[in-house]
């Protein structure tokens, strides 16, 4: 198997004045270019005394820094940690100690806030601060020279990356992600979406989450291909950077599709010369893939994915991209509908769990044996959490969630997480957490709560309160007031109920 980090090297050596990486507003960085600052990077890491399956965590927004160190870390057999750069410090400190990570580098503007952060932490030698790292970035260690030859992480099994997804009943926890599960996935997805080293993506994506960082950004370096990155999504600028046909590729969760959608305005702007739009994170309203058709001449793909594994189906390049499925497995990958109680395997067309098996499956959580065995069937399936089925030609459908998960722009939230915050708040007696179906999000996160006797709380104060502890995008986005919880026998908050009956 020849390691993804290896087909990126060659890329490097056989085309170094290809383009690889260029913000819409920065200078251009070749492949030859790319190779010296990840090398330099890799030494200023081994400076520091990182050594293989250290934690480097990284927090700093959309910049070459962060991919320059995210390819260091991994090219050195450390553990690449993305933060989102938008967790408070509460969050922040637990991803922290959790990892036991080594070093943090992060933007010098949020030094302040870091700093107590990363003194009280055992395990923590170093944060090193980069100063306008969005600047700074073209420049970014390009005068290096020598070059020093590195050998890159052999073992398919090494981790490579850990990405933090949320618990239905704890703490997020580190999925880590080994060289020999990303070589698997990309490999999978560069055969199911024909990438071309002539592509051109435009990346508008985050790049702390598996869909900017692996689907996306791996996709095109492993391709030879050219990315052009907007260090944030504004849905006219990318509209007009699509219509100017520099590009092929574009990846995006259904919130950005429909605000390009709505960019348009009603207007028909031809987009086919883009050879791939896909869609995922999120299921992709019918009517979006349908406008989609009409305003742009683009039949989105959609494809099903999730921290743990990457990519597991997809509809195909070729041949029908059916409204409302997420299509079939990739190449190596292999999927089932089993029965939720039994976990026997059902036959086409009855509705069941999906679970997954293939190469690209993660490794385990960080630290967690017990948490890790849980996720897997007796016989070694992941268990996804997703509610499906599969269609008799193969195409799978998504139909709904078993595990306690709302979804906005793409994002996952845990209503527990949310619950655990709100208990902390003096005037919450009891409370719920839901998510609410809206057009532009997909879901909206809405917090139901019993207040305390004799206390007065207001929605606005509680979503401050939950804003100080948790993520924006987590946080209420609105607050509702209740006596009472419909709840089952057993005292169980009957969720479906209160969706019900709140989301109106
Ligand atoms: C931002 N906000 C969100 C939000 N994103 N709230 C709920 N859900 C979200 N996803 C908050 C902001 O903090 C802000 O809060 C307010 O909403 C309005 O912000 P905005 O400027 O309109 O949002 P914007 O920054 O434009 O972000 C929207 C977005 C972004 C859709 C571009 O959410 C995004 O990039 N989503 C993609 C997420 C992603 O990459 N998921 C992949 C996960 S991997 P305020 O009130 O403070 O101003 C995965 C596996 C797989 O799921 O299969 O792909």
């Known amino acids: 198997m020849t390691m993804f980090l290896n087909t990126i090297a060659d890329h490097c050596r056989n085309q170094p004045d290809k383009l690889a990486l260029q913000f819409i507003d920065g200078a251009p960085i070749t492949y030859g270019e790319l190779a010296k600052a990840v090398n330099r990077s890799a030494d200023y890491l081994l400076s520091l005394g990182i050594e293989p399956g250290d934690r480097v965590a990284v927090q700093l927004p959309k910049c070459l820094p962060f991919i320059y160190f995210h390819l260091a870390a991994m090219q050195i057999g450390a553990i690449f940690l993305p933060l989102n750069p938008a967790y408070p410090a509460a969050e922040l400190r637990y991803f922290l100690a959790d990892s036991g990570a080594r070093l943090l580098i992060a933007d010098a503007q949020d030094q302040a806030k870091l700093d107590p952060i990363t003194d009280a932490l055992p395990d923590h030698r170093k944060t090193t601060y980069l100063y306008k790292p969005g600047d700074s970035g073209a420049n970014w260690l390009l005068d290096y020279s020598p070059e020093r030859q590195y050998a890159l992480p052999s073992d398919p099994d090494q981790t490579a990356m850990m990405l933090y997804t949320s618990g239905t009943t704890s703490r997020p926890k580190g999925a880590q992600i080994s060289h020999g599960n990303l070589t698997a996935n990309i490999a999978a997805l560069h055969e199911a979406w024909g990438w ?113 594994t990457g990519m597991n189906l997809s509809n195909p390049l070729r041949g029908e991209r059916r409204v409302g499925s997420v299509g079939m497995p990739l190449p190596g990958v292999s999927a089932r509908i089993v029965d939720p109680e039994t976990e026997a395997p059902l036959p086409a067309g009855e509705v069941g769990e999906v679970q997954i098996k293939g190469p690209h499956v993660f490794k385990g959580y960080w630290g967690q044996p017990e948490k890790t065995a849980a996720a897997f069937s007796a016989d070694g399936w992941l268990r996804t959490g997703d509610i499906g089925l599969r269609e008799a030609d193969g195409y799978f459908t998504l139909k709904g969630r078993a595990k306690d998960l709302i979804i906005t722009g793409g994002l996952n939230v845990y209503p527990p997480e949310v619950e655990l915050v709100l208990m902390e708040h003096p005037g919450v007696a009891a409370c719920a957490v839901i998510g609410c179906p809206d057009d532009e999000w997909g879901e909206q996160v809405v917090a139901v709560i019993i207040p305390r006797a004799g206390a007065t709380v207001d929605a606005e104060a509680i979503i401050a309160f939950c804003r100080q502890d948790l993520a924006a995008y987590k946080a209420p986005r609105r607050v509702l007031f209740a006596e009472e919880f419909p709840a089952n026998a057993l005292g169980k908050i009957q969720k479906a109920k209160l969706r019900e009956t709140c989301c109106g």
């Open 196 to 308: 071309r080293e002539d592509d051109a993506l435009l990346h508008a994506l985050p790049i702390f989450h598996v869909h900017g960082l692996v689907v996306a950004l791996h996709g095109a370096l492993h391709a030879g291909a050219t990315a052009v990155l907007c260090p944030a999504f504004v849905a006219e600028q990318a509209l007009e950077l699509l219509r100017s046909r520099r590009f092929t590729v574009f990846m995006g969760v259904p919130t950005m599709h429909r605000r390009l959608y709505q960019a348009a305005g009603g207007r028909r702007i031809d987009l086919s010369h883009m050879r791939l739009m896909t869609s995922g994170s999120d299921r992709l309203p019918d009517d979006l893939f349908f406008g989609y058709q009409e305003a742009f001449n683009i039949t989105l793909l959609e494809r099903y994915g999730m921290t743990e």
